[in-house]
C-alpha cells in the first residue's frame, strides 16, 4: 500500500474572494505548499537534491471551501512515474473531511547544471516508489 502524504495548511484570510469562497488560484497554492511538504519530508531532509519543474496542472473544482474552514488537509500521492517525469495527485480537504479540489501534478526532474530533464535516479525511484500508487 502506497504512503500518502497528508499536509493540515491553515487557511488565510486572503485567500478568499469577495463571495467568501477561497479562490481558485489559492487551491493551485495550497497544492504546491503540500508538494514543497512533500519534498521536503522525503528528500530534502534526507540531505538528497531534488529539482523538479511542473509541467503541467489539472485542477478539478468540486466543492468550494467555504469561511467557516480554518485549515485544510492535502493528501499528495504518486499516481504516475515515468523516465524523466512523474505525476502527484492531491485532495485538497475541508475541515469535515470533505473533498474540495483535486489536483493532478507531472513534475519534471531537471539537471541543475543545464537546467535540461534529466532520468529519475534509482534512489528517486525507491523513494517515489513509496508514495507511489501502482
Same mark, same amino acid.
Given at each position: 500500500m502506497a504512503e500518502i502524504h497528508v499536509h493540515t495548511i491553515p487557511v488565510r484570510w486572503s485567500d478568499f474572494d469577495r463571495y467568501g469562497h477561497v479562490t481558485n488560484s489559492a487551491y493551485v497554492e495550497l497544492a504546491q505548499e503540500a508538494r514543497l511538504a512533500f519534498a521536503e519530508k522525503f528528500f530534502y531532509s534526507e540531505g538528497h537534491?531534488?529539482?523538479?519543474?511542473?509541467?503541467r496542472l489539472e485542477v478539478d473544482y468540486v466543492r468550494p471551501i467555504?469561511?467557516? #474552514?480554518? !485549515? $485544510?488537509?492535502v493528501e499528495t500521492q504518486v499516481v504516475n512515474l515515468g523516465n524523466t517525469s512523474f505525476t502527484t495527485r492531491?485532495?485538497?480537504?475541508?475541515?469535515?473531511?470533505? #473533498?474540495? !479540489? $483535486?489536483v493532478?501534478?507531472?513534475q519534471v526532474t531537471v539537471d541543475t547544471t543545464t537546467t535540461s530533464p534529466r532520468e529519475i535516479t534509482k534512489k528517486e525511484i525507491g523513494i517515489l516508489s513509496k508514495a507511489a500508487d501502482n
Open positions: 537534491e531534488f529539482v523538479v519543474f511542473v509541467r467555504l469561511p467557516n #474552514t480554518t !485549515a $485544510v488537509t492531491q485532495e485538497i480537504k475541508d475541515a469535515q473531511g470533505k #473533498t474540495c !479540489a $483535486v493532478e501534478c507531472v
